[in-house]
Each structure stands twice: as C-alpha cells, then as structure tokens.
C-alpha cells in the first residue's frame, strides 16, 4: 500500500489533482442543491401552513414520495427525466434544446430531493415559533411580507439550524449516489482512478478521508453558526 | 438599483440564449463513463484517451462537426441519447437487430471476435460444457451479458453482471469469478497488465451468433438524425481509405481491428 | 395583501377527511395520470418479469431486516460505551460512528467490496479455508456495509437514549440493591430502548432507502431486477417508475406497521 501512495501525488501520474477536481466538482453539486432545496423548502413550508387545501395536498405528496422513494431511484429519475422535461418545454415555446450540463442536473436533483427534508424541518421550526411574538409584529403594524422578514424567519431559525445542518451533512454524501449516472464527483473519479491502477485501497481510503473532512469541517462551522444564532437564548438543551 | 437588476436580467437571458445557440452546434458524443481500456479511459490527469477516442476526433474532424466528448454511465447510455443528453455513442457499442429497434447506427468501425479468459491452471474451454458449474462476470448491458445468458445461462452457477469490464476483471483475479466473457481486445488489454499476466489466460473464442454479438461496433445515433448518420459513414469511409485509421491503430493495437 | 395569512396561530387542517371537495378533484386528476401512464406508456414486459419481481422485493427486505437487527444488537454496545464506558473505549466508539456517519455510504461499501475484498484474495490461507465460498459472493459485502451503517447511526441514537434515562430511576434501582448487571438488564437497557424506539422507525425507513446501493456490487435486490429490466427492454421511465412505486408502498407498509408496535407498547411515564 505504501508503494501505492505516490498515485496520489496533485500532478500526472499521480491521480490526486483529478481527485481534487472531483471534490470540488461533490462540493458545488452539495452547495448549489442544498441552497436549492432550502429555496424549495421556504416556499413549501410557507404552502404547507398558508397555502390553500389544493396546495397543501400537493405538497404533502411531494414530500411523501420524496421521503419515500431511495434517494438513488429519484437521482435516476428526475437525471433523465429532468432534462427531456426542459427540453420539450423548450420545444413547445419554440426555442431550441439546450444543453443541461452534468452539473446543472445534479444541482436539480439534490435540490429536489433535500427540497422536501427542507419544507419539513422549516414547516416545524415555523410552528416552534410561540405565536406571541407573530400577533406583537402584527400589533405593531407590520405588513405581512416585512413580519416574514423581521420577525418569523429570523425567530424560527435556533429551531431549524439543528435540522438544516443535518440536511447539510446528508447533501454532501447524497452528491456520491451521481456517480451512478455518471457524473463525474469525487466518488465516481475515485473508481476510475482505482480502477485505472488496481490500487483500490488507497485511493477509497483518499475519498473516505476527503468526505470525513468535508464533514469535519462542516461541523466546525455548524458550531460557529449556532453559537452564534442562540446567542441569548436560554432553553435547556438549546445548544445541541 | 431596478435598472441594475434590470439589466443584468437582460444580460443572464441573452448569455443563456448564445449558450444555447453555441450548444447547437456543438456534438456531445457520449462515452462510458467506466473505463474500457485501451478504448476510452481518463488518464490520471482526467483527460480521456484511447483509441476511440482518437477514431472520435478523426471521424469528427472528417466530417467537419465539433465534437466534445461527454462521459455517460453505460447502463443509461441509450436513454441517454433518446432523451436528447448526448447526440452520438462512441463507446464500443456492437450494433445488434435489438439495439437497432430503438437507436440507428453507423456503418461499423470495428469488430473484434468475443471471448472467455479464466485463471490460470484450470482447463476449461469457451463452450457450454466447459463453463458448466462456474461463475461467470460479463459487463451490464453488453452483447456478451446477452449472448452468456442465451448460450450459458442454463449451464453456469451464476451470472454475474458488472458496471464496467474493469470490475470484472478485477472480481477475476480476486477469485470471485471463475470466468469473464468480453471483447478479445479488451480483454487482451488486462492479459498484458501486472495484474494479468500473474493470474489469467484465454481460454478461448466464442461461438459466433450475429444475431446477438451483432456486425461490430457502429456509431449510435438517434433514428431521426439520417443526415448526421450519413455525414459520418462518410467520415469512417474516408478515414479508412486515406490512411488515418491505419495510423491511429497502429500506436494501439498489431493487427486490423476493423475485421472483415 | 390583506388576504395573506399570517399564522398568529396555526390552525392545524381540519379533520383529514378523504371527501373534501378539493380533494375529490385532486384524486380525480391524479386517477387520470395514472390512466395515462398505464394508458400509454409501455407496460408489456411486466408479466415476463413478475417472478423476478417478487423474487428482488424478497431479497430487498431480507437485507433490509438483518441488516437493521444485527445493526441495533452492534448499536447497543456503542452506544452505552460512549456513555459510561472506559474513556479509550468510549473515544473508539465515538470515533467509528462519525467516520461512518461522515462518508458516504456509496464510498464504503465499494471500500469493503473491492478494496478489503481483494485483499482477501492474495491470501491462500483464506482462499482455502471454509469462510472462502461466502466471501467470493457479493452479499456478505452489501450485508456488513449496511450493517455497519445502520449500527453507527443507531449508535450516536442510542448514546442519547442511555444518557437519557433519568438519573432517579438508576439511583432508585441501586437502593433497591441492584447489582450493576441487573440494573442494566433490568432498568436502564428497556428505559434506553424505549425512549430510542420511536427514531426506529425513521432509521429502519432510511436503511430501506439504502439497500439498493448493494446492486453496485451485483447483489441482486429489486433494484438489480428493474435494472436488468431497463436494459433489456431500452425503456427508461417505465421501470423506474415501477421501482418508485414498490420503495414507496414498502415505505407505507414499514411506517404503518410501527405504527401498529409502537401503539402496543405503554408509553406511560416516557
């Protein structure tokens, strides 16, 4: 195994740039899903509690079925399906078929999937929120839209961050389920490295230390940002 | 402020309308994203290389259309290109009536015989007798996995299919499997590795059944793509009468792929 | 603006009746989909496969189930000693759950399969002993990974639930003279399991959503079947959609029969 450490060196022939390029490749896939499925989540939380009966039903079968159904199928599903569906929405508005890069695809599908694990972690931090502090917003006068902004989302947010950040976690390691289409993250150029030079081990091994990292590092920042988010607020076991 | 954001809207628009445009007329040609060496497979700094790779750029060049090459995972190469993701497979893909009925293909470009290796110090040959009792490893979705399940399916212990050949190969050497059935040339490729050479031989070529291993490897197109197709069987005419296929075979391979 | 609703208190939907009128119209749009689906799209290759099928769902819930009780039975040790187990013992423990809470699981099994797995190979002890004919197969792969997974997830719950249980209940049960392995066995591993078993159902849902990572190491499960499927028939949504279906009516089935234990267990003082 130590023979096949200088496979990993950054530049040809070690694999460690293409390594490198993969992660980066996990990362904006992760990054640009989970902001994504935070945007879906907000609104389908805000369906979910104001939305009218059509709505709300709508959405709990989107989330249903996305909570439902392994993360992989749904990847293969919407990978395919998501294109040929723009794709003919295009066609039909007359426009020509334009190209849906690997990575805008998986930015959709983690987006959609981390969309309904969002609606309901947020669903649940807004009803955590006691309810005095919304009827004092609207006492004061304050427009619907600007008591959403001052006062709903930043009071219900110590009760999401515990469940955002978990959503975190999960998105950079649902990235690795894209190698199954193809795309080309950290774990698929993983196999292909270890498959090019036999050196399986070490280069799984890389991977699995790369994505510990990721985790590692996400958790330092996690524990910056609740700290400062429940700054001032006294619940017992409120920093957990 | 709205100007600004009014603007940039403009802006985003048109700069997605000139991608689209620029997408056009550009040719994404898919690949396997599993390595299949000595045909298509990244090199550590994440380039493609291969002799298809080499016979993509000539053909592309021929036939004066830009082609990017776009890795796909095998097992949804064709739904891949049905649904509109890439616009050509040069992945080593043997055209066959069965594939025929959903995609069209090119002229072939190549055709090698099929073949079982095994390991070493056991005797066996590439018939139903031979392989009865043993594990078998094709690749997913590949003439081979039809033609073990047609031929050996009723005699082996198991069939097992694999994403990549690599995979394969590699269960091989480690003992999984008693018998692998790909490509010759492929297969050739792992023969000469380390790897190879220390655990496995030929054991033998198949029986031939064109109807299952098909006429060799052809460009697959999409069926309403007839002017795309007819562009590139020129291309492959050319490049096999002016000299440029021979070129690109030599620096891979000692003998003529492109069969009979 | 004023018809906005700002909730100065949640009304909760009212009783989930099926018969709304909204409703009624939603189940008929949703009965025309279906139609449509069924209508035209192809579904003329499930009766060739119907066996394999049942056969795949077999095999999923197989995985599913010894996986999640061989994964809780390992989850109880690493719980309890993060919790009161010697301090190189306990930070082992801790460590194991984040390093598999912190990859992917995609990553590990491949890891175990074809990194440890050919290890195996190059040793002729192994390749002679009688474990060999298991470890040339593919399941025992799939099966240790899942485990392991669900074991560490598991795990970090049941860290919670053993630091849970109430201090007075462990005191009381060692003035009763309890001794330390009577207590456990008596008082603290049932309150532990107790106050872990409602996440259960979450965690079992969760490995059911794993399970069919195992056929990209060519265990076959219900996954590997309707793979096997696109590639035979070149259909691309037909027996997705299919495979939708089945993980979401196991899903059903899971939550539902949980439900059902969960509601014949007391839950009184918890």
Known sequence: MDATLHLLSLTSPGWGGVLLGGLVASLQVAFGGYLLGLLIGTGGAAGKLWGGPILRDLLEVYTTVVRGVPELVLILILYYAGTDAVNQLMALAGLPSVDISGLAAGIFVIGVVQGAYSTEVLRGAILSIPPGQIEAARAYGMSPLLALRRVTLPAMLPFALPGLSNLWLIATKDTALLAVVGFAELTLVTRQAAGTTKAYMTFFLAAGVLYLGITLVSNLVIRAIEKRALRGMTRPGGAA | MKNLLKSAAVALLMGVAAAGAAAAQELKVGVAAEPYPPFSSPDASGKWVGWEVDFMNAVCAEAKVKCVLTPVAWDGIIPALTSKKIDAIMGSMSITPERSKTIAFSDKYYNTPTAVIGPKGVKFDATPEGLKGKVLGVQVSTIHADYAKKYFGPVVSEIKEYQTQDEANQDLASGRLDAVQADLITLQAFLDSDQGKACCEVKGNVKDDPEILGAGVGIGLRKEDTALKDKFNAAIKAIRTNGTYDKISKSYFTFDIYGK | ?270
């Open chain 3, 1 to 270: 603006m004023s018809e906005v609703q700002i909730p100065s208190a949640y009304v909760a939907p009212k009783g989930r009746s099926l018969f709304e009128p909204h409703r009624i119209f939603l189940m008929l749009v949703f009965a025309g989909l279906i139609f449509c689906v069924a209508w035209f799209m192809r579904w003329d290759w499930l009766p060739r496969y119907q066996d394999r099928l049942i056969y795949g769902i077999g095999q999923t819930l197989l995985m599913l189930f010894s996986t999640a009780i061989v994964g809780f039975l390992l989850a109880v040790p690493l719980g309890l000693v993060q919790v009161t187990g010697p301090k190189p013992l306990a930070l082992l423990a801790r460590g194991f759950c984040t390093l598999i809470r912190g990859t992917p699981l995609l990553l590990q099994l491949w890891l175990l399969y074809y990194g440890v797995g050919s290890l195996f190979a190059q040793f002729p002890e192994i390749r002679s002993s009688f474990l060999w004919p298991y470890l040339r197969q593919a399941w025992p792969y799939g099966f240790t990974a899942l485990m392991i997974s669900f074991a560490a997830y598991e795990g970090e719950v049941m860290r919670g639930a053993f630091a849970g249980v109430p201090r007075g209940e462990l005191e009381a049960a060692r003035a009763f003279g309890m001794g330390r392995f009577t207590l456990f066995r008596r008082i603290w591993l049932p309150r532990a399991i107790h106050r872990a078993l409602p996440t259960l159902t979450g965690e079992t849902v969760l490995q059911l959503k794993s399970t069919p990572l195992v056929a990209t190491v060519t265990v076959v499960d219900v996954y590997a079947i309707i793979s096997r499927v696109r590639q035979e028939t070149y259909l691309t949504y037909e027996p997705l959609l299919l495979l939708a279906l089945i993980y979401l009516c196991l899903t059903g089935i899971l939550v539902y029969a949980f439900r059902l234990l969960e509601n014949r267990i007391p839950t009184k003082g918890v």
